[in-house]
């Protein structure tokens, strides 16, 4: 399946649920609920690329749970939540949910949320057992962390530029592994670029730099 060349608005329009720019979600079952058979039900080769999403909402640009072998590619992402939005999500560009083997590649990410419920917004969000490789992604201005990669997930991250975080340009946390090189890093408060706590690690490392 494909996702491509689509210009998406997310409005603030106070959902009763999470709101999504795009969502590709899968899931494996084991036993039976809400009248939904118990099995393997993840998604895979699934490719989500040139479109155009402006998250008025403090939902999520693009979300994968349960997506494997797909991409994420030059893609433009704007989390822009005022400071009257609602919502019930972070606010993160892009976020992984126990989803494997992806690639995210060449994708323009921008954070300018104002909203206090968006405190805590990301770039890109690895979690749950997620692993991807992240190549050539332009990120700005992150709330909290440009890259975070967390939850016994793991990253490759090649040649980014990360210009300006909250908190860490790239941060492992909770027995993640990262491996990184080749990024471009700008931090506004000169903050650690990299970053690992909970036992994450960066090029096997556990220390900040």
């Known amino acids: 399946s494909s996702i491509t060349n689509n210009k998406i608005t997310v409005t603030n329009r106070k959902y009763s649920a ?15 609920k809400n009248g939904i058979p118990k099995g393997d039900f993840r998604i895979a080769k699934v490719t989500v690329s040139g479109n155009t999403v402006y998250l008025k909402d403090s939902g999520y640009g693009i979300w994968f749970q349960g997506t494997m072998n797909s ?31 992806n690639t995210i590649l060449g994708n323009r990410i921008t954070v300018k ?61 909770e027995k993640s592994k990262v491996t990184a090189s080749g990024n471009k890093i700008k931090l506004i408060k000169k903050k650690y670029q990299y970053r690992t706590s909970l036992k994450g690690k960066v090029n096997g490392k556990t220390r900040g730099s």
């Open 18 to 32: 999470t709101s999504y720019g795009i969502s590709v979600y899968g899931e494996k079952r084991t036993k039976v």
């Open 71 to 101: 991409k994420i590619t030059n893609n433009n992402i704007v989390c822009a939540t005022s400071k009257s939005g609602d919502g019930k999500g972070n606010g993160d560009g892009v976020r992984l949910v126990k989803s494997t083997k």
């Open 113 to 173: 949320n104002k909203n206090s419920k968006c405190k805590n917004a990301c770039g890109i969000v690895l979690t749950n057992g997620s692993s991807a490789t992240i190549t050539q992604n332009i990120l700005k201005k992150a709330n909290k962390d440009s890259i975070f990669v967390t939850q016994k997930s793991t990253a490759a991250i090649k040649k980014n530029t990360i210009q300006g975080a909250g908190r860490y340009g790239v941060h492992a946390s």
